[in-house]
């Protein structure tokens, strides 16, 4: 598999092109503020009139455009919308406004893999997919380091579109950590994948799970945060850092025993022929079409979990400690007012 650095790219093929950045929020605010600090001087943000974006990516220093006017005067449209919605947006702001020769690109495979978009001949399809949360892309490269990212070429109608890609995640930082070359299709696979059964759903389920354990078994509810939550990060920093056996090496013996006779019986062979059912369901489509569906009637279900899932027990208990821990929001990644 190649991996591309900054050395292997001109990040000046960027700074000639006229960017747009369809979208100002985690992803989007990330995109734009790298690309202007890398030294490109033709980004803009594209949002529609009257969103809650348009004051946060203006203070920022960006000019604003709604979409059609955005699509006319791009060479390259980034679209950092979300998924559900990129369909319309190409469909009723892109496909008949952007000039030939130009060029669309994604932060994710799903409009394109699963045939949502069916883009111009004309054009250069690629993808600069970060692995990583857009508040962190942009930490990240203002501390001078980056989060690695995948690049994948849909169409090459330039002859250029890996050249101009490379160029792109160099100058939002994904060329100091890597740039690894990939497909539409198994980018979105294994995001998809990966985000449901191991990074958002397994953990949260995990974390949940053994707090209610804990709960239900008569121990405080502060003492199960502790243990089940707030831990998980400083574990997973160390992890981070030098891989399982680093995490292991700070552990005690007593914690490192108890993770190898205990953590298989809770993963087992059930729970990966679960995770194997998962991977089918998101290779035949069948996730994308049940989330597409979803959005047709207004996200009714997806907002009730989130209600349900934003009053439970875990959250309540975890904001009160947090606020007893000032330097956590010191350092803050998310600060809803600007980004
Ligand atoms: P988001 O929900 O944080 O932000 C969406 C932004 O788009 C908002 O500013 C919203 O006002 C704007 N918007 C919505 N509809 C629009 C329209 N029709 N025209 C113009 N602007 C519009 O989105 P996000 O989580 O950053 O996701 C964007 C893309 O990045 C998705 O393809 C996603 O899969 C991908 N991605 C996200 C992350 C992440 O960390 N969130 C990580 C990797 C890839
Ligand atoms: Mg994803
Ligand atoms: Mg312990």
Redo the contacts with the bound molecule.
Sequence with gaps: MRVYYDRDADVNLIKGKKVVI???????HAHANNLKDSGSENVIV???PG???IAKAEAAGFKVMN?TEAAVWADLAM?????E??A??WEN?LRDNMRQGTAIA???G??IHFNLIEARDDMDVFMI?????????RSEYVRGAGVPCLVAIDQNASGNALEIALSYSSAIGGGRAGTIETTFREECET?LFGEQTVLCGGVCELMRAGFEILVEAGYAPEMAYFECMHEMKLIVDLIYEGGIANMNYSISNTAEYGEYVTGPKIIDDDTKDRMREALARIQSGDFAATWMLENKVNQASFKAMRRRSAEHQSEVVGEKLRAMMPWIAEGRLVDKAKN
């Design positions: 369809f979208g100002y929020g985690s992803q989007g594209a949002l529609r969103s809650g974006s979409p679209v950092l919308t979300p998924d919605g990129q319309d947006l702001d994604f932060a994710h799903l409009s997919a970060p692995k990583g949360p857009g508040h962190t892309v995001d």
